[in-house]
Each structure stands twice: as structure tokens, then as C-alpha cells.
């Protein structure tokens, strides 16, 4: 990666990747886009390129790229599960009609493209535990759906155009910096910030619905070694199994206990976010990854805890 676009670089992942990527390849190599200036992070909009970038607008994708000699795109425009279980057109014109500009322009240009998919592309068909990395893939949401169906159509590019697409098959993303866009695993950051803000929390999900999380540095780490992987040594290219714990709501709140011994915890479950919940995996097997580029996370549930409450006290002020 030498030239960068990042899309929807001021969500979630976008917010940190690009400060990150910046300071590794250098501010004027990483362009981040979104469809407002004024949707979020100034440090993202200030510190570097910026440009109004609509993913469903092919032309302002492609002039976007030759504006600026890019060489990859980091593709992280999306609408996320409970979102698009409200909004599924939405879900679909930006998951899958984006996506398809975005490898047209990858492919017109000869540009790369990382594209994360998501623990939504598996379904209640999926073996829950241990999920393998190439197994049934049959998701009941239209988020999986748009999922499952991106990670096919990058390997389609890759097979058929040459496009260098990769991706990870992202579990729930836990970060301190920008809050979550609209997810089912939203409540897994929820809980640090009610935690330190009212000392209490109700949980949207049952106490055993166990599901897959990683720690944003993890996340970073995860898309920047596999985009500067040696291709020789991919099998899998696009939707790799990543994740760094599994746990229920009842172990990140023994987890937060530790340290705030007074903070309690009630349950009010809410059913479409239970029943996404529900068709998701428990925990995923992730070896492909380690074997093909060296996946290694560095953060456990008691770790993350630990560096969750110490940066959201001084971004809180508790
Ligand atoms: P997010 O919702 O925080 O950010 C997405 C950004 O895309 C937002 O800033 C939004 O305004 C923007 N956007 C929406 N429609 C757009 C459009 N038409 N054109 C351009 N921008 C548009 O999402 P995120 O958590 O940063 O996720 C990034 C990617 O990672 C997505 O593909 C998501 O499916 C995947 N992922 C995220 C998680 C997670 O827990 N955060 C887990 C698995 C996979
Ligand atoms: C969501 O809950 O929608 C995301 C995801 C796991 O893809 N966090």
C-alpha cells in the first residue's frame, strides 16, 4: 500500500484506521472519505486529505481514485446488522451496489481492495462452535446476506479481474474512540460507558448469548498485515475467520466488576437484536489465519477491560 482511500472513514474503524495508517505511510498518502466532513472525528478531516465520497456514486468513487494516484482502497462504507435490519434497501444499495462500484473502480484503475465482512455471514445453519473458516453459509439478516455475498463477489474479481481483494470476517469491535454504527454486538461497548456514567446497565441481550469480540488495536492490526501479506502465501484472500475472544454478557460484566466492584447489571432483551444474536456463531476458528499471515491478537477480555475503562475515564472526565 502506497496511496490510500479509505471509505467510511468516520465510522467505527475508519475513525482510528486512518490516524493509524497516517502515521505509518505518512498523512498525504492516506485519503479518508464519508459522506459529510461534519459526521465526525476533526483530527480524521484535519490531519489529512478528505473528500465527499458517496459509495453508491461510482463516479465520485473513480474520481476520487484518480485524483489522487490511489493504489488501494480500504473499503469501510457499510450500514451494520441492527441498522439494516430496519433499513434493508439501505443495507443493500450501500453493502452490495457500493461494493460493486468499488471493484469496478478496483478493476478499471487497477487499484486493491480490503473489504472486512463480518461474523453476519454465517446463519443459524452454521456449526455455532469452533465455526470453521470454509463452512455453510445460509445468514437470516439482510447485513449477512450483503455479507456473504460481497465476500463471494471479491473472490469473483480476484478470480476473474485480477482485482487484489482481501478481507477479514470481523467479530464484534470494541473501541473507545468513536462509538459503534447501528450493530448487534453494540451493547459490548455500551457497557463500559454505563458502567463509568451510571454505575448500571441493562443488557439488550440473554445472559448466555456468547458471540465473537476483538479489541480495535487487534482490528487494525488485522487489516494492515493481511493488505501487506505476501500473496504467495494466501489460500484464502477475501472473509478470513479473525477474532481475539468469545464471551456473554455475564463475562464482560464479571470482567468490569473487577474493577468497578459497585457496577450492576439488569436484562431487558430486546428480539430482533436476540435473534440476530441468536444466528451468529459462538466462537469462531480463526487457524487460517494464523497459518496464512500471522494473525496473532494481543488483547483478552481482562486486558481490553482494563484499557476500555482507563481511556474512556479521562474521554469521560470519571
Ligand atoms: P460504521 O457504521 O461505524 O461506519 C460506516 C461508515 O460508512 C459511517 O461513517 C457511514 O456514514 C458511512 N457510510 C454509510 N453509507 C455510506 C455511503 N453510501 N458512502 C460512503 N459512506 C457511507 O461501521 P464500522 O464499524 O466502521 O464498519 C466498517 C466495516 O467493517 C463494515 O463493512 C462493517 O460491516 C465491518 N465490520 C464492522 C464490525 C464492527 O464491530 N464495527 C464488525 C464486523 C464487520
Ligand atoms: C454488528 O453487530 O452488526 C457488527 C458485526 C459483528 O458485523 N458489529
Same mark, same amino acid.
Given at each position: ?29 492516506? #485519503? ?14 484535519? %490531519? ?5 465520497? @458517496? ?5 465520485? #468513487? ?18 451494520? %446488522? ?30 486493491? #481492495? ?10 443459524? *445453519? ?44 470481523? &467479530?464484534?469491535?470494541? *473501541? ?40 480495535? &488495536? ?88 482494563? @484499557? ?11
Amino acid at each position: 500500500m502506497k496511496k490510500i482511500l479509505i471509505t467510511g472513514a468516520l465510522g467505527q474503524i475508519g475513525s482510528e484506521l486512518t490516524m493509524r495508517l497516517r502515521k505509518e505511510y505518512g498523512n498525504d498518502n492516506v #485519503v479518508a472519505s464519508g459522506l459529510s466532513a461534519k459526521e465526525g472525528s476533526e483530527e480524521v478531516v484535519e %490531519s489529512g486529505h478528505f473528500e465527499i465520497v @458517496d459509495i453508491t456514486n461510482a463516479q465520485q #468513487v473513480a474520481d476520487t481514485v484518480k485524483k489522487h494516484n490511489i493504489d488501494t482502497i480500504i473499503n469501510l462504507a457499510a450500514i451494520l %446488522s441492527a441498522v439494516g435490519e430496519s433499513k434493508p434497501n439501505l443495507a443493500w444499495d450501500v453493502n452490495m451496489g457500493g461494493l460493486y462500484n468499488v471493484l469496478e473502480v478496483g478493476r478499471e484503475f487497477n487499484v486493491a #481492495v480490503f473489504t472486512p465482512s463480518s461474523i453476519a455471514a454465517f446463519g443459524p *445453519s452454521t456449526p455455532a462452535k469452533n465455526t470453521p473458516q470454509d463452512t455453510i453459509q445460509r445468514p437470516t439478516t439482510m447485513y449477512g446476506v450483503t455479507k456473504v455475498a460481497g465476500e463471494l463477489l471479491c473472490d469473483y474479481y480476484y478470480e476473474r479481474f485480477g482485482v487484489d481483494t482481501r478481507g477479514v470476517r470481523f &467479530p464484534g469491535l470494541i *473501541s473507545y474512540k468513536t462509538l459503534p454504527g447501528g450493530g448487534t454486538t453494540d451493547y459490548a461497548v455500551e457497557i463500559y460507558y454505563k458502567a463509568l456514567q451510571e454505575g448500571k446497565f441493562t443488557c439488550p441481550l440473554g445472559k448466555d448469548t456468547y458471540m465473537d469480540m476483538m479489541y480495535m &488495536p487487534d482490528a487494525l492490526d488485522a487489516i494492515i498485515d493481511l493488505a501487506e501479506a505476501d500473496p504467495a502465501k494466501l489460500k484464502h484472500r477475501n472473509a478470513f475467520n479473525v477474532t481475539a475472544m468469545s464471551f456473554s454478557p455475564e463475562d464482560i460484566f464479571a470482567s468490569i466488576k473487577k474493577l468497578i466492584p459497585e457496577f450492576t447489571m439488569g436484562y431487558d432483551v430486546n428480539p430482533i437484536l436476540q435473534k440476530i444474536a441468536d444466528s451468529w456463531p459462538d466462537s469462531l476458528d480463526d487457524s487460517a489465519a494464523r497459518e496464512e499471515w500471522g494473525w496473532n491478537p494481543k488483547y483478552d477480555l481482562d486486558k481490553m477491560t482494563k @484499557d476500555m475503562l482507563e481511556n474512556l475515564r479521562i474521554k469521560l472526565g470519571k
